[in-house]
Nanobody, 124 residues
C-alpha cells in the first residue's frame, strides 16, 4: 500500500503560478511511476502529467504542455507539479496517483493508488 497526500492548491488569478506537492508513504516510493490528474465539476477525471520512477521520462496532456512541469524527489518521497500561466480552465481538483509499473503512463486505469485531491481555482 502507498498513501498519498497532496498539498499546495488554492485560489490564484489567471496568469499566476502554483506548485502542488504529493508526499508518499508506505511501500517504496522509488519503484512507482507517478501521475497527476484533475477533475473539474461535471467532468470526468483527466490525465495531466506523469513521470517515470527515475524521473527521466515525463508526459503531459496537450492542454498543459509548456505550462506545467512534473518532477520528483525520491529522497523525499515527493512528486511535484509546477503550474505556470494558469487559466480558468485549469480549475479542478488535482489528484496525485501512483502506478506500480515503473514506466510512466497516461492511462488512468493503470494507477493503483490515489490521494484525496487538492482544489485549484483560477479566477479570471
Amino acid at each position: 500500500q502507498v498513501q498519498l497526500v497532496e498539498s499546495g492548491g488554492g485560489l490564484v488569478q489567471a496568469g499566476g503560478s502554483l506548485r502542488l506537492s504529493c508526499v508518499a508513504s508506505g511501500r517504496t516510493f522509488l519503484w512507482y511511476a507517478m501521475g497527476w490528474f484533475r477533475q473539474a465539476p461535471g467532468k470526468e477525471r483527466e490525465f495531466v502529467a506523469a513521470i517515470s520512477w527515475t524521473g527521466s521520462n515525463t508526459y503531459y496532456a496537450d492542454s498543459v504542455k509548456g505550462r506545467f512541469a512534473i518532477s520528483r524527489d525520491n529522497a523525499r518521497n515527493t512528486v511535484y507539479l509546477q503550474m505556470n500561466s494558469l487559466i480558468p480552465e485549469d480549475t479542478a481538483v488535482y489528484y496525485c496517483a501512483a502506478d506500480r509499473g515503473i514506466t510512466a503512463t497516461t492511462e488512468i486505469d493503470e494507477y493503483d493508488f490515489w490521494g484525496q485531491g487538492t482544489q485549484v481555482t483560477v479566477s479570471s
